[in-house]
């Protein structure tokens, strides 16, 4: 269901999420307590999100059930939008209009 070549591109993505969560945490670390907690803040809300949406879309292109992708999530609306975003840029035509049917059928 991937465009061509688009499968490696978001894989690319999720490691390079995964490395900037590491990234931050380390800087976390290093940092005094207010700049601590708005790193803090910037890697569990928005890299966090950006990551399980992505792995969200990663999956459904690859035609894994959603109970394998994800075992026990909440559905959240902003995620699940982002995840369709991702669908439409790296997947075709009939994979985007059937993704918000995979987190129906498959929960």
Known sequence: MF??????????????LA???RII???????ETALRNRLYQHRTWDVRREARASLLAYGYLRGKPLSVVESK????SSIDRRAH??????????GYEAFYGWLTISV
């Open 3 to 16: 465009k061509p070549y688009h499968q490696r591109f978001l894989k690319v993505k999720i490691k390079s």
């Open 19 to 21: 490395e900037e969560s």
């Open 25 to 31: 945490r380390q800087e976390e670390r290093k940092s």
């Open 73 to 76: 999530g909440k559905r959240r």
């Open 85 to 94: 975003q991702i669908v439409k840029k790296f997947g075709n035509t009939a």
